[in-house]
Nanobody, 121 residues
Framework: QVRLVESGGGLVQPGGSLRLSCAAS????????MGWYRQAPGKQRALVAE???????QYTDSVKGRFTISRDSGKKTVSLQMINLEPEDTAVYYC???????????????WGQGTQVTVSS
């Protein structure tokens, strides 16, 4: 069992900043990728940003230049620094991690419980 615990989120005015953090725990052998997805009301969950073990990162076009994802492999954490937030960024943000467990010896694809980000004046 791999558990992801998120922190951060909340209410911010347009143009403001927030930082989301996520920590993974459990019987983890290796993490191949960690990232953030979001789901706005009436929409499907979609990738915001992801970082892989080899250091590759990807962002959805709408957040490029405003969001920065970072990962601490030793601590099994991932953070998302968000600046210049827009009302369109309002959504529930979910942490995701994929990799391999040590007990049992299986691949995993785990999700956090979600944290609300609301951008409104």
């Amino acid at each position: 069992q791999v558990r992801l615990v998120e922190s951060g989120g909340g209410l911010v005015q347009p143009g403001g900043s927030l930082r989301l953090s996520c920590a993974a725990s459990g019987s983890i052998f290796e993490i191949n990728a960690m990232g953030w997805y979001r789901q706005a009301p009436g929409k499907q969950r979609a990738l915001v940003a992801e970082v892989t073990t080899i250091g590759g990162t990807q962002y959805t076009d709408s957040v490029k230049g405003r969001f920065t994802i970072s990962r601490d492999s030793g601590k099994k954490t991932v953070s998302l620094q968000m600046i210049n937030l827009e009302p369109e960024d309002t959504a529930v943000y979910y942490c995701n991690a994929r990799g391999r467990m040590s007990r049992p010896w299986n691949d995993f694809n785990s999700w956090g419980q979600g944290t609300q980000v609301t951008v409104s004046s």
